[in-house]
């Protein structure tokens, strides 16, 4: 009954250091997303995977890139992680059909310094 | 530009009492509207949502209200009990795979 996990759970990193940060889903969902909340913004869209094989940049994709490894993995990568992308990473995954939710894990929280 | 904004970032209500959740978009466009509940060092879970072609949708003590008109929607949770203490987040989607939160308003549940 895992749902979404994302591991780790939090980081600490230096700035200019890289980082993946590893999402997998085990409810056979197509679709997978990486998102960033920061206070009073909300979650915004990183990335998102619409099926196995294929990537789309959302709302703030500069800094990052992600890979689906497979239908259940879905990463995201800081090549040179700079002190502005300190903030906490939800990954999420989702089911076919407009009224279908996400489902998400909970969540990496990563402090640059 | 923040096209789903939630005004308030927190509240607070005795329990027993209605809690009433607001939120407003910018984007006619918007198709699916839905609501999250997060607690901390938790992810957001589902909690209800409502389709544009109709103006409420209940689900025990939650019920969700749209006013297009307006761009407006609200939560209302009857009564209100302690374990509701969270923080809410709306979402809107257009299109199947871009959805956009608001801020989250905190909600506090007293005894």
């Known amino acids: 009954n895992a749902g979404v996990t994302q591991t780790p759970k939090f980081q600490v990193l230096k700035t200019g250091q890289s980082m993946t940060l590893q999402c997998a889903q085990d409810?056979?969902?197509?679709?997978m997303y990486w998102y960033r909340q920061d206070p009073g913004m909300g979650l915004r869209l990183i990335y998102y995977?619409?099926?196995?094989?294929?990537?789309d940049k959302g709302e703030v994709p500069n800094g990052y890139n992600v890979s689906r490894l497979n239908k259940r993995e879905f990463s995201l990568r800081l090549e040179s992680a700079a002190p502005s992308q300190t903030s906490v990473y939800f990954c999420?995954?989702?089911?076919?059909?407009?009224?279908?939710?996400?489902?998400f894990g909970d969540g990496t929280r990563l402090s640059i310094l | 530009d923040q096209q789903v904004k939630q005004n308030s970032p927190s509240l607070s209500v005795q329990e027993g009492r209605i809690s009433i959740l607001n939120c407003d978009y910018t984007?006619?466009?918007?198709?699916?509207f839905l609501w999250y509940k997060k607690y901390p060092a938790e992810g957001p879970t589902f909690l209800i949502s409502?389709?544009?072609?109709?103006d409420k949708n209940e689900d025990g003590r939650f019920t969700v209200f749209l006013n297009k008109s307006a761009k407006h929607l609200s939560l209302h949770i009857v009564p209100s009990q302690p374990g509701d203490s969270a923080v809410y987040f709306c979402?809107?989607?257009?299109?199947?795979?871009?959805?956009?939160f608001g801020a989250g308003t905190r909600l506090t549940v007293k005894p």
């Open positions: 999420a995954s989702r089911d076919r059909g407009v009224d279908q939710p996400q489902h």
């Open positions: 409810m056979n969902h197509n679709s």
């Open positions: 995977s619409a099926s196995e094989g294929t990537t």
């Open positions: 984007n006619s466009m918007f198709d699916y």
């Open positions: 409502i389709s544009s072609i109709k």
């Open positions: 979402a809107a989607s257009e299109a199947i795979y871009d959805m956009r």
